[in-house]
């Protein structure tokens, strides 16, 4: 599986503000995805990102909050916009690789006050 | 709607006892099955997964799947538990041409000494 790199690992950020989150995968890779783990859940895809075009965004969730940016095969980016407290979480990307399996970074974890 | 349903929330065993972990789904056809688990602090590890043949796959860290059609059932399963496994557990699901993964709920595992 690819070596999948996310930054930052952990942030505390104060309500209103936004916050980019990086996801650098080691090898050229078709599919990324993005998901979302609030504390004590499991995780609920946000969206899934391809290069070249814009990111499609699962029910509940929208491009005006989350942002995301798919400038190339091997990077993605996830912005929390305008967090509240109900933002805090960790954010995980992750990929697909050609035998079908997700594999995940090591997640973001964000506090929001 | 398809879903993944993990019965217990909460497991705890023995150091060298054997572990069985539950997951039903809920699926039109077959799915590809997965099983991850995530260490305090940690993103999601890939232990095994099924996509078709062998009904019984075996992952890594010793761990093991069997798949039940008729149960709709791939409960995950470890011979002897050691310390180091107490970590949450996460069955997912997604079909076949669908690269989303639907999460169940998780089971945290405590080992005893």
């Known amino acids: 599986s690819a070596v999948i790199s996310q930054k930052p690992s952990r942030d505390i950020c104060q309500r209103g503000t936004s916050l980019t989150i990086q996801c650098q995968v080691d090898?050229?890779?078709?599919?990324m995805f993005w998901y979302r783990q609030q504390p004590g859940q499991s995780l609920t895809l946000i969206a899934t990102?391809?290069?070249?075009?814009?990111?499609?965004?699962e029910s509940g969730f929208v491009i005006d909050k989350f942002p995301i940016s798919r400038p190339n095969l091997t990077f993605s980016t996830l912005t929390v916009s305008n967090m509240s407290p109900e933002d805090s979480s960790i954010y995980l990307c992750?990929?697909?690789?050609?035998?079908?399996?997700?594999?995940f970074g090591e997640g973001s974890r964000l506090t929001v006050l | 709607a398809q879903s993944v349903t993990q019965p217990d929330i909460h497991i705890t065993v023995s150091e060298g006892a054997s572990l069985e972990l539950r997951c039903n789904y809920s699926?039109?056809?077959?799915?590809?099955l997965f099983w991850y688990v995530q260490s305090p602090g940690q993103g999601l590890q890939l232990l095994l997964k099924?996509?078709?043949?062998?009904?019984l796959v075996q992952g890594i860290k010793g761990f093991e799947a069997e798949f039940k059609r008729s149960q709709s059932s791939f409960n995950l399963r470890k011979p002897s538990v050691h310390w180091s496994d107490a970590a949450e557990y996460f069955c997912?699901?997604?079909?076949?041409?669908?690269?989303?993964?639907?999460f169940g709920k998780g089971t945290l595992l405590t080992v005893n000494p």
């Open positions: 992750g990929e697909t690789a050609n035998t079908g399996e997700l594999f």
């Open positions: 090898s050229q890779v078709t599919m």
């Open positions: 990102a391809n290069q070249g075009s814009e990111a499609t965004y």
């Open positions: 699926y039109g056809a077959t799915p590809y």
């Open positions: 099924y996509f078709s043949g062998d009904t």
């Open positions: 997912a699901a997604r079909g076949g041409s669908n690269y989303k993964l639907t």
